[in-house]
């Protein structure tokens, strides 16, 4: 199961970013420095850490505000507020720790994972939660949901970018070791054929 999500996850990413023509290239050795470059992207990863840490606040303050003004909410709304609510958390959870864990490890999958979960997800929720007035938005649960909704929105924009150049990156590093073990091959077999001269003689 985890092996086929994971196969899934990867056809997304291929189809959603596609690779330059720069990085097929096994040529561009300057591209690439032998394993001693890393493509974790610095803004996305600050942005997951914290964002970790404001989730907990911002749950509780949701929390709070829900029961506050649970009595003046119609039925419909408390029901819709509550499944949001349930949904986001455990969105929020899963979405964090893969994003923070893709992205420190250079691991396509994962941090592709989060940035969709992100983007198909959490990103419509948090709009709904901050702009739904009949939901009897309060001020202090306005003034969560805009941070939040500010955490979201940059990781969506840097999370495209981080993958890009990530799967860029793996890609020419593939082809590089191809093309190097292509090399180590033929030496091989040079030398091997003149060991062999050698014998003969």
């Not at 992100?118 to 709904?128: D, E, G, K, V």
Request: charged share 15%.
């Amino acid at each position: 199961m985890d092996a086929t999500l994971r196969r899934g996850v990867t056809t997304v990413t291929d189809v959603l970013f596609p690779v330059s023509k720069s990085a097929k290239d096994p040529q561009q050795h300057n591209i690439l420095n032998a394993g001693n470059e890393y493509v974790t992207n610095l803004p996305l990863q600050m942005a997951l850490y914290f964002n970790c840490f404001f989730f907990p606040f911002w749950l509780t303050v949701t929390i709070v505000v829900f029961e506050v003004k649970y009595d003046y909410l119609t039925t419909l709304y408390s029901i819709i507020l509550l499944a949001i609510y349930i949904v986001y958390t455990i969105i929020e959870v899963v979405r964090l720790y893969i994003g923070y864990l893709g992205n420190l490890t250079e691991r396509v999958p994962e941090l592709a994972g989060s940035w969709l979960l992100t983007l198909l997800i959490q990103f419509p929720l948090i709009i709904l939660l901050l702009f739904n007035e009949d939901a009897l938005i309060l001020p202090m649960e306005r003034a969560v949901h805009v941070v939040e909704a500010l955490f979201v929105l940059f990781e969506v924009i840097c999370g495209y970018f981080a993958i890009r150049i990530m799967v860029n990156y793996q890609v020419t590093k593939f082809h590089l070791r191809q093309f190097t073990d292509l090399e180590q091959l033929s030496l091989n077999d040079y030398n091997y054929d003149d060991t062999r001269h050698e014998k003969y003689y």
